[in-house]
């Protein structure tokens, strides 16, 4: 697999995640650790799901551990901050791409039975192969959370929108 879009959106989502003074989300929503912690759990469950394959079992891939607060919470509590945070998703992401960028095209096929929740709604259940979950990552979910992060900067003393 070619991850350098995969790893194009890694980059751009962590010069973000960077940014000081990421605040609380208007609509109540996550912060910038919470934002990280999930991709922290969702890039280790894409992971394992990609060495599973490639060790001959198949594996699914559930994201619904990866938006529970209390799993957000205990990831966010093995980091000492958001510095932290940003340095293992920047780690994890490599370890994700360096396994995908080995993957052989028969693995990649691989379908991948997958459930996809976003904001309590179901978005997918359904087999996929493998190649789309990774895939995927960098087509709509790391620049979705980029965006995220964005979102969350201070607004510009006497700037209006």
Not at 1 to 18: G, H, I, N, P
Not at 21 to 31: E, T
Not at 43 to 69: E, M
Not at 124 to 136: E, F, N, S, T
Request: aromatic share 2%; glycine share 6%.
């Amino acid at each position: 697999m070619d991850t350098t879009a995969l790893r194009s959106a890694y980059e751009k989502l962590l010069d973000v995640a960077a940014t000081p003074d990421l605040g609380d989300a208007a609509d109540g929503g996550w912060n910038a650790d919470q934002v990280l912690a999930h991709l922290l759990s969702v890039d280790a469950a894409i992971a394992a799901v990609a060495l599973g394959v490639v060790a001959g079992s198949r594996p699914t891939f559930d994201n619904r551990i990866s938006q529970n607060t209390w799993n957000l919470d205990r990831i966010i509590a093995e980091h000492a901050g958001t510095a932290e945070l940003i340095d293992h998703v920047r780690s994890q992401a490599a370890v994700l791409c360096d396994i995908a960028d080995q993957l052989s095209g028969e693995a990649a096929s691989v379908l991948v039975p997958t459930i996809l929740l976003s904001n309590d709604a179901l978005v997918m259940d359904r087999p996929v192969p493998l190649a789309v979950l990774i895939d995927g990552l960098a087509e709509s979910h790391v620049p979705d959370h980029t965006q995220q992060l964005l979102d969350l900067r201070a607004p510009l003393q006497g700037h209006t929108d």
